[in-house]
């Protein structure tokens, strides 16, 4: 069956260090995989895309690489701040009989101490 | 200036009622979607609408009934609530179906007693 799968346990760092959050798949081939941001209460907010072709993005201090041979994606923050405690979400575009599925990960909540 | 709004913000009613929820864009987009997100926080999709037309519609019970007057709109309607319809319901919208980021209202936490 098809799977996307992000860490459930919260991940705790300390700040001014990098947080790598990991969202691993099975049995889709994506084009495509999106990160976003959701705060408590709120909708998730739009961070990164990137695509089958592309190795790495990267966006101020926010970087994503995307292995299709691992399925797996990383996404990493750098120089971490309290304001960066959410939690992030993977989404994949998976096509099914012509319609891509927006399909979410449950997210890993990221906690960064002062 | 608010992207995408959903209404109501909190929505409290009792089985077997029947409710709207209303969801407008401002962004010029021509695709809409409705997600459901349970206690567990996991984000399902339920329906897309591309340029006014139904194009994703997910194992969704036929109580739920999307509606989109117009390209800026796509309202959702439950008939017959159930205590398993409780969840975060979240409209979004993207330039077009594919490969693009979506855009997601504040949300509406739906309680059915």
């Known amino acids: 069956s098809q799977k996307i799968e992000q860490n459930s346990e919260a991940l705790n760092i300390q700040e001014g260090k990098t947080a790598t959050l990991t969202c691993n798949y099975t049995?889709?081939?994506?084009?495509?995989l999106q990160w976003y941001r959701q705060d408590p209460g709120r909708g998730p907010v739009f961070l990164l895309l990137?695509?089958?072709?592309?190795k790495e993005k990267r966006k101020e201090r926010l970087k994503v690489t995307f292995d299709t041979t691992l399925k797996q994606s990383l996404f990493h923050i750098t120089a971490s701040q309290p304001a960066d405690s959410a939690t992030y979400l993977c989404?994949?575009?998976?096509?099914?009989?012509?319609?891509?599925?927006?399909?979410f990960g449950r997210g890993t909540s990221l906690i960064v101490h002062p | 200036d608010t992207a995408v709004s959903q209404t109501p913000k909190y929505l409290v009613t009792q089985m077997g009622n029947d409710k709207s929820i209303k969801c407008e864009q401002n962004?010029?987009?021509?695709?809409m979607y409705w997600y459901k997100q349970d206690s567990k926080k996991f984000l399902k999709i339920m329906f897309s609408?591309?340029?006014?037309?139904?194009?994703i519609n997910e194992t969704v019970p036929n109580r739920f009934s999307p509606k989109s007057p117009d390209k800026a709109h796509l309202n959702l309607h439950i008939n017959s609530l159930e205590l398993g319809d409780s969840a975060v319901y979240f409209c979004?919208?993207?330039?077009?179906?594919?490969?693009?980021?979506?855009?997601f209202g504040p949300g509406t936490r739906l309680t059915v007693t």
């Open positions: 609408y591309n340029n006014k037309e139904l194009i």
């Open positions: 979004a919208s993207s330039q077009a179906p594919e490969a693009y980021e979506q855009y």
């Open positions: 962004l010029g987009h021509d695709t």
């Open positions: 990137i695509r089958e072709n592309e």
């Open positions: 989404a994949l575009d998976p096509t099914s009989g012509g319609s891509y599925i927006p399909t």
């Open positions: 049995n889709y081939s994506p084009a495509y």
